[in-house]
């Protein structure tokens, strides 16, 4: 079957540092996408990774390891308005269809 | 320019009833995605089109039936809606191997 996992709830600080972990298995590989999500609105994108390694993007960088299945979504310097979901979506081979995540809800605190 | 546009924003409709809902990608993409999102907020693909052919069809109910009548539209038609069709509907577009999917605003539909 194909699974993609993220803790449902997280909590931070304004001005801290949160990582955001995905752990997927699917049916082939084409890239892993991490989408940000406020409530009442659409997914936007943040980033995407296809090699293993880090990919730095201002103050949110995401993490790609395709031998252990995994990745990482690193928000630096917290700010209010980063409170929301973090979606960790799979775009499989074969098909490409984008898999998502059930979603990770941030809480960020002042 | 609104990339991918999605109508109507908001559908109220009673059980049984037959409803649409529109989308359109000026992006050039090839591949074009509804999801659906329930409450608990999971993004669940149902269809994806490539170039106006249907390739994957998520074992969703065949109430509901995607129609592209080209590489930018996507509509989706729902027959005799049911409560649990409830949910807010996302159209998406990307190019099929590679790239980011971008979202229409979404589509709040309530069955009551």
């Known amino acids: 079957g194909q699974n993609i996992d993220q803790p449902t709830e997280m909590t931070a600080t304004e001005g801290a540092i949160v990582q955001i972990n995905c752990t997927y298995q699917?049916?082939?590989?084409?890239?892993l996408f991490w989408y940000q999500q406020h409530a009442g609105e659409a997914p936007t994108f943040l980033s995407y990774?296809?090699?293993?390694g880090l990919e730095e993007k201002g103050r949110f960088s995401s993490f790609l390891s395709r031998s252990k299945g995994y990745s990482y979504l690193l928000l630096k310097e917290l700010q209010m308005k980063d409170s929301a979901s973090y979606l960790c979506a799979v775009l499989t081979s074969g098909t490409y269809k984008y898999i998502f995540g059930t979603g990770t809800r941030l809480k960020v605190l002042a | 320019d609104t990339a991918v546009s999605q109508t109507p924003k908001y559908l109220v409709t009673q059980m049984g009833n037959d409803k649409s809902i529109k989308c359109e990608q000026n992006?050039?993409?090839?591949?074009m995605y509804w999801y659906k999102q329930d409450s608990k907020k999971f993004l669940k693909i149902m269809f994806s089109?490539?170039?106006?052919?249907?390739?994957i069809n998520e074992t969703v109910p065949n109430r509901f039936s995607p129609k592209s009548p080209d590489k930018a539209h996507l509509n989706l038609h729902i027959n005799s809606l049911e409560l649990g069709d409830s949910a807010v509907y996302f159209c998406?577009?990307?190019?099929?191997?590679?790239?980011?999917?971008?979202f229409g605003q979404g589509t709040r539909l309530t069955v009551v």
């Open positions: 089109y490539n170039n106006k052919e249907l390739i």
């Open positions: 998406a577009s990307s190019h099929m191997e590679s790239g980011q999917a971008f």
């Open positions: 990774n296809v090699l293993d």
């Open positions: 699917t049916s082939g590989f084409n890239g």
């Open positions: 992006l050039g993409h090839d591949t």
